[in-house]
């Protein structure tokens, strides 16, 4: 007979997923194992890949290759030593931009703490050939904290992208257990100096609940984030990808999600999307919308 905590710890009706493999969905995993593409869709098993992929036409493109030097506790992306950097690979994703025909792109990457530059050279050429093949294309990146070295942060920004996004991920008392290498801190003084770099240019920053977090300390994390200027956040349900990952403390319900958002918009964030299946790029065409039309 299961335990009461076990009995709880169900995965909740709300969090079935519907798959949706249709011909949009087939045409651009095909896509990208043509143009040796790595998307983190697929390397970080997001719940939402049918509905971005088959309905949306939106993908999140994960550059300097598909291995990290870092081994969070929440993430299912391999951990290892990364293979050199691959120079075409800006360009192949600018022309997979073209032949998808998005309005509005996220570029993200693995942690690349083996380079002196964290990646910033290449995320900021990705950003710039892509603009070059679609000048219509709204660009959001989301990079690693770069070690913490605010001139590889610079190299990004002076690319212009439209939204630089970076994710706190928890909150503060948990970081240390649940990232690896990275620091609360670190994180949110990247964010005010990414908004210091190019003050036009929103920010975002996501939050995974579910680690066993407070409700106190959810609202501490927001605070935080708006004394750097954030202006977009993105809270959802953290799920384990396998069982090495960090187990599951508590399934939100959807009313607790909606909760959260109101009191995030309370405290001045333009836009806040919050929801069970929520990811960091989840509508994130509709976010950077909102952005704009809040300035």
Not at 39 to 44: L, N, P, S
Not at 231 to 250: F, M, R, S
Request: hydrophobic share 35%.
């Amino acid at each position: 007979m299961m335990s009461t905590k076990e009995q709880h710890l169900r995965k909740p009706e709300w969090l079935k997923i519907k798959l949706n493999t249709n011909e949009h969905y087939m045409g651009l995993k095909k896509m990208m194992r043509e143009k040796q593409l790595h998307t983190v869709c697929e390397e970080a098993r997001c719940p939402n890949i049918h509905e971005c992929w088959a309905v949306r036409r939106t993908a999140t493109f994960m550059i300097l290759g598909d291995v990290c030097t870092r081994a969070c506790r929440f993430c299912a992306v391999k951990t290892g030593l990364p293979t050199e950097l691959d120079w075409q690979e800006p360009e192949r994703v600018a022309e997979s931009v073209r032949l998808m025909n998005l309005k509005h792109v996220v570029v993200t990457a693995v942690a690349r703490d083996d380079l002196k530059d964290g990646g910033a050279a290449v995320f900021a050429e990705t950003v710039r050939a892509i603009r070059r093949k679609n000048p219509l294309t709204t660009i959001e990146v989301l990079p690693s904290d770069m070690g913490g070295v605010y001139e590889n942060l610079r190299t990004l920004m002076d690319a212009r992208p439209d939204i630089l996004n970076h994710n706190i991920e928890t909150v503060r008392r948990l970081t240390p257990r649940v990232r690896a290498r990275a620091t609360y801190e670190r994180s949110l003084e990247f964010l005010r100096r990414a908004k210091e770099i190019q003050p036009d240019i929103p920010t975002k920053s996501s939050l995974m609940v579910g680690l066993g977090e407070t409700k106190e300390e959810i609202l501490e994390a927001m605070d935080d984030l708006r004394a750097v200027g954030v202006n977009i956040l993105t809270i959802g349900q953290y799920l384990q990808p396998t069982k090495k990952h960090l187990k599951v403390e508590k399934y939100y319900h959807p009313h607790e999600f909606m909760e959260l958002k109101e009191i995030a918009l309370m405290k001045g964030f333009s836009h806040c999307e919050s929801g069970p299946l929520v990811r960091s790029s989840y509508h994130a065409d509709e976010q950077v919308r909102s952005a704009k039309a809040a300035e």
